[in-house]
């Protein structure tokens, strides 16, 4: 079994940056693809940034230019830089994992962490 732990949130101005950190414990042996989500109140939850175990990288638009995904495999950690944070920017993040394990694919979710961005 896998479980993924975020850390990072918290409260911050607008144009302010925080770095989000998911790290994968358990059964991992290959993680395929971590991707972060965020849900702001009232709407669907949405990508907003993905990164394959090969390093290619995905971003939602809003996101483009201002968050920064990366990976340490040796670590099993993905992290979100996220800089110029603007109200809009205030969600639950998600970090999500799918890898690869003796049994077959697994997929799971973090717990989540609050990021709130003040104007």
């Known amino acids: 079994q896998v479980q993924l732990v975020e850390s990072g949130g918290g409260l911050v101005q607008a144009g302010g940056s925080l770095r989000l950190s998911c790290a994968a414990s358990?059964?991992?042996?290959?993680?395929?693809?971590m991707s972060w989500y965020r849900q702001a109140p009232g709407k669907q939850r949405e990508l907003a940034a993905s990164?394959?175990?090969?390093?290619?990288?995905n971003y939602v638009d809003s996101v483009k230019g201002r968050f920064t995904i990366s990976r340490d495999d040796a670590k099993n950690t993905v992290y979100l830089q996220m800089n110029s944070l603007k109200p809009e920017d205030t969600a639950v993040y998600y970090c999500?994992?799918?890898?690869?394990?003796?049994?077959?694919?697994?997929?799971?979710w973090g717990q989540g962490t609050q990021v709130t961005v003040s104007s």
């Open positions: 358990g059964r991992v042996f290959r993680i395929n693809l």
């Open positions: 990164i394959t175990s090969g390093g290619s990288i």
């Open positions: 999500y994992a799918i890898g690869s394990a003796a049994l077959g694919l697994y997929n799971v």
